[in-house]
């Protein structure tokens, strides 16, 4: 399985497929890679073992991906940009002249990152775009080596979690959100409630608007049908809980514009699991039902 940098959301999604994984006595290999992008390319690269990935909406499509199948949409996922500057920025364009972390090339968060700054005229041109992601890009916002970081992934993913929990970084808020999703149809509008993160210390003091990717999570075609079963329930256990963006159940669907879905991902999300996996009870109330 394909996930992304250390400290992703993928990675941290990707973990958790393992664990489910785990249960039925199977061994997830997890691929770090740099992102979205070469996800896809992975999965079309016959020789590199890669069959699952994890990968957002608007990198590619069935058109330019075939033999890719997807398994539906897995979350939405906050665009976030954090900064270390006494004084709050509050337009995009004040980041002009900035040392932004961005990600890698391929990386979803950069492609996303390059799309959103260069809507309000910031670039390569006029800032330094630094190839930091995850839980380096983090480490380079507390060391003072960028000025500013944006992240692509869950509030407990490990970089976003340490960056929101840290006193010395700022949200930048998207009042435009709903206009981005206009100009970018496959965002979301997200907002984040006041205090989620943390009602005592008051994180954040106050509704934070934010834009959002939406995930999904594509496989080769040639996929082993045995397997299929297992992905679809590791999916729903890390994806299906009550969320701070979703609600319990939301996810994971059978929703994508972009490729096919899968027949396996059709039939599971109408009428449930149908194939057993002998050694995972959580699918089954009791072993007997199928082994």
């Known amino acids: 399985m394909a996930t992304g940098p250390k400290g992703s959301s993928f990675e941290y999604f990707g973990r958790q497929y393992r664990e489910t994984f785990a249960h039925s006595n199977i061994e997830l290999e997890l691929r770090e890679t740099t992102g979205a992008a070469e996800n896809v390319q992975l999965l079309l690269d016959q020789k590199s073992g890669v069959e699952i990935a994890l990968t957002i909406a608007g990198v590619s499509d069935g058109k330019h991906a075939p033999g890719l199948l997807s398994f539906g949409t897995v979350y939405h996922t906050p665009f976030w940009l954090f900064y270390s500057s006494s004084e709050p920025i509050d337009e995009l364009s004040q980041l002009t002249g900035k040392r932004i ?6 990386n979803g968060g950069r492609l996303l990152a390059e799309k959103v700054l260069g809507k309000a005229g910031v670039n390569s041109e006029n800032a330094t775009l630094l190839p930091f992601a995850g839980s380096a890009a983090a480490e380079a916002l507390n060391n003072g080596t960028v000025d500013a970081v944006s992240l692509l992934g ?10 929101l929990q840290n006193p010395n970084a700022r949200i930048m808020n998207f009042p435009e959100a709903e206009a981005f999703t206009i100009i970018f149809p496959e965002l979301v509008r997200l907002v984040l409630p006041q205090g989620v993160i943390d009602i005592k210390r008051h994180i954040p003091p106050h509704d934070v608007p934010l ?3 939406v995930d999904k999570l594509l496989v080769r075609s040639d996929l082993h049908p045995e397997i299929a079963p297992l992905v679809l329930q590791a999916m729903v256990e890390a994806h299906g809980a009550r969320g701070i963006f979703q ?3 939301e996810f994971p669907n059978g929703t994508d ?5 899968a027949p396996a991902a059709t039939d599971f999300y109408k009428n449930g699991p149908s194939t057993c996996l002998c050694g995972y009870p959580s699918m089954y109330k009791e072993r007997s039902q199928c082994c």
């Open 257 to 261: 514009t972009e490729y096919p879905v």
């Open 101 to 106: 972390a961005v990600g890698p090339v391929g």
């Open 154 to 163: 869950p509030p407990d993913a490990t970089a976003v979690h340490s960056l």
């Open 247 to 249: 609600r319990s159940g």
């Open 211 to 213: 834009i959002g990717a």
